[in-house]
């Protein structure tokens, strides 16, 4: 039929529980937990395709973590596709990696770590993505002009080590801290079976330093701590008959 402006609206809700087998090792962490999560998305696309508004925002209420009961936009973002070029503005979601666990070289958006333990949940990230898609690959630049803190289960929630973390008063290695404007490149081709991506990353790393202090009651807790550092990352994927042989390195 005829191409048309269009709307979509999709979305999930997920009520989860969690039984915990072992005892807890404070008092106040109980056994059992309940929680629930709502994450709509509406997506418009443009008659001719080429124009897309997406957003996705999400809600999880936490039974016993007030720190796990947050809010989140995942994706707001403006969509263009060009003649062999696109251009991704706002918050948005990037993945990078081959590895079926731990993706070394996923640096863009930062871990959502009280939604579980795996790593593989993100936060947002505001951004400015280009891309160019060209018969030697595909190269993308990012603009990182806003970073996004790790988030840590709290004082009640369990899945968490045996010190809290203070996420109130993180720590920065530049003067800017959050506002800290962070670049990165990458680029990815395929060689019939063998397909390989170079990134790189200058900025705020992601993964937070933790370390120790006292808090006003002088007991013991974790402040995290987030350096400057430059990244170089390799992803490679081979296929060979019925093996899939893949690697991601970092420096």
């Known amino acids: 039929g005829a191409a048309q402006a269009e709307l979509e609206f999709s979305g999930k809700i997920d009520l989860e529980a969690r039984v915990f087998t072992e005892d807890a090792s404070r008092n106040n962490q109980e056994d059992t937990n309940a929680s629930l999560l ?24 936490d039974q016993n973590d007030d720190e796990r009961t947050h809010g989140d936009i995942r994706e707001l973002k403006y969509f ?10 706002g918050i948005d979601q990037v993945f990078w990696g081959v590895a079926e666990t731990v993706h070394l070289v996923d640096i863009v958006n930062q871990t959502d770590a009280v939604e579980a333990p795996d790593g ?17 690959g595909t190269l993308d630049f990012f603009v990182l002009p806003y970073f996004r803190e790790r988030t840590f289960s709290g004082w009640d929630g369990r899945l968490r080590g045996p010190l809290p973390v203070n996420t109130d008063m ?9 506002k800290h404007v962070d670049f990165a490149m990458r680029w990815n081709h395929s060689f019939g ?31 995290p701590f987030y350096p400057q550092i430059n990244q170089l990352g390799l992803e490679s994927i081979y296929l060979s008959g019925d093996w899939i042989w893949k690697i991601e390195a970092i420096h």
Do not use: C
């Open 120 to 136: 593989e949940d993100k936060l947002g990230q505001p951004m400015v993505h280009a891309s160019w898609v060209k018969d030697w």
């Open 170 to 178: 993180p720590l920065y290695e530049s003067s800017y801290e959050e």
């Open 80 to 89: 263009h596709v060009g003649d062999g070029w696109e251009i991704h503005i």
């Open 38 to 61: 709502i994450e709509p998305q509406w997506v418009w696309f443009s008659e001719d395709q080429q124009h897309l508004l997406q957003f996705k925002p999400m809600l999880r209420i």
């Open 193 to 223: 079976d063998w397909e390989m991506a170079i990134s790189g990353f200058t900025g705020t790393s992601r993964e937070p330093l933790l370390v120790m202090q006292n808090d006003q009651n002088n007991a013991p807790q974790l402040v």
